[in-house]
């Protein structure tokens, strides 16, 4: 079975810190576009941090600094480490990937967005 899952979530008081994980259970995605994403009550989700085919980090302008992303060598598991969290960092958190597909050539990212069932962060006064 295909799918991806995060841990990680919780609650903490703002200026505390936390690490997201997701794990990609049935394919990897090592050299392919991975990112996550939040969506907080009554908002659109939105773009927190993204690595592109290239190994290219790119932040939502409300990061500042604060969060890192970053993945396993074996391209199986990404991580989200947030530090600084202000009371506006809550939300759900998604991991979002595409999947890799080797060849005998090489490989190819299948252009499918692969999406977890979300982690909870809530940061508190």
């Known amino acids: 079975q295909v799918h991806l899952m995060e841990s990680g979530g919780g609650s903490v008081e703002a200026g505390g810190s936390l690490k997201l994980s997701c794990a990609a259970n049935g394919f990897g995605f090592s050299n392919c576009e991975t990112g996550w994403y939040r969506q907080a009550p009554g908002k659109e989700r939105e773009m927190v941090a993204n690595?592109?085919?290239?190994?290219?980090?790119t932040y939502g302008d409300f990061v500042k600094g604060r969060f890192t992303v970053s993945q396993d060598n074996a391209g199986n598991n990404l991580y989200l480490e947030m530090n600084s969290l202000q009371i506006e960092d809550t939300a759900v958190y998604y991991c979002?990937?595409?999947?890799?597909?080797?060849?005998?050539?090489?490989?190819?990212?299948?252009?499918?967005?692969?999406w977890g069932q979300g982690t909870q962060v809530t940061v508190s006064s």
């Open positions: 690595i592109d085919r290239d190994g290219r980090r």
């Open positions: 979002k990937s595409e999947r890799r597909q080797d060849y005998s050539g090489g490989h190819y990212c299948i252009p499918i967005n692969y």
